[in-house]
C-alpha cells in the first residue's frame, strides 16, 4: 500500500510568483485535505477535496486554490505569494465513507523571499 | 469556533520518566479528539484518537481518555524512551476525523538517556 506522497519536497520563490504543489493520495482514499504549517505552529487546515469539488475551507484568502483530479491525486495553488506563505504544507488523505482517519504525507517546504 | 490549548513547551525528561502532555478543547457538539507525532523531517502520523466522552485511545503505550467534563484529552505515557523525542500535537475534530482538523500548537518532547 503506497502512502500519501508530495511533490516537491523542498521550494524557494520570490514575492509575487505563482506556485502549485502536489499530493498523491493514499490508494483507495476519495478525499483530500491541505493544511499549513508555519515554523513552531499546528498546522491550519487550508481546504478539503471530495471526489473533484471542494468541501469545506480554513480561514485563507482566494489566491490559496486546488483541484483534485478523477485518480483522487491533488493539487495547491498558491497566487502573488507573500513572505508570510513560508511554511511546510501538508497534505492529508482519506476516506469518507471509511475509518476517516487522515494519513499524512511527509509535506513541502515553501521558502518566500 | 473550534480550538485546542496544549501544555507549552519545550519538555526535557531522563528516559524512563512519566510523562504528561496537556491538551484542553473548546468545542460545540460532540467532537472527536487526537493526538498526532511528528518525527524530526516527517509528517504527522496518528498516535492514538478517541470519539466519544470517556474513551480511552492506546497505542505504543500512550494513552490519552476523553474528558468531557473538563473538556480536557491529556496525553501520557508510563516510561519514555529516547525514541519517544518528537513534537506532539493534540488535535479535534467535528465529527469522526474525517473533516477540518483543528490543531494545538504542538509540545516538543526531548529524552534524554
Known amino acids: 500500500e503506497t502512502g500519501v506522497t508530495q511533490s516537491p519536497t523542498h521550494l524557494i520563490k520570490t514575492r509575487g510568483q505563482q506556485v502549485t504543489l502536489r499530493c498523491s493520495s493514499q490508494s483507495g482514499h476519495n478525499t483530500v485535505s491541505w493544511y499549513q504549517q508555519a515554523l513552531g505552529q499546528g498546522p491550519q487546515f487550508i481546504f478539503q477535496?471530495?471526489?473533484?469539488?471542494?468541501?469545506g475551507r480554513g480561514n485563507f484568502p482566494p489566491r490559496f486554490s486546488g483541484l483534485q483530479f478523477p485518480n483522487y491525486s491533488s493539487e495547491l495553488n498558491v497566487n502573488a505569494l507573500e513572505l508570510d506563505d513560508s511554511a511546510l504544507y501538508l497534505c492529508a488523505s482519506s476516506e469518507r465513507d471509511g475509518s476517516y482517519e487522515q494519513y499524512f504525507g511527509p509535506g513541502t517546504r515553501l521558502t518566500v523571499t | 469556533g473550534n480550538s485546542v490549548t496544549q501544555m507549552e513547551g519545550p519538555v526535557t525528561l531522563s528516559e524512563e520518566a512519566f510523562l504528561t502532555i496537556n491538551c484542553t478543547y473548546t468545542a460545540t457538539g460532540y467532537p472527536s479528539l487526537f493526538w498526532y507525532v511528528q518525527y524530526p523531517g516527517e509528517g504527522l502520523q496518528l498516535l492514538l484518537k478517541?470519539?466519544?466522552?470517556?474513551d480511552k485511545g492506546s497505542n505504543k503505550g500512550f494513552e490519552a481518555t476523553y474528558r468531557k467534563e473538563t473538556t480536557s484529552f491529556h496525553l501520557e505515557k508510563g516510561s519514555v524512551q529516547v525514541s519517544d523525542s518528537a513534537v506532539y500535537f493534540c488535535a479535534l475534530s467535528p465529527n469522526f476525523g474525517n473533516e477540518k482538523l483543528t490543531f494545538g500548537t504542538g509540545t516538543r518532547l526531548t529524552i534524554i538517556p
Open positions: 477535496y471530495y471526489r473533484e469539488e471542494e468541501n
Open positions: 478517541a470519539t466519544k466522552a470517556d
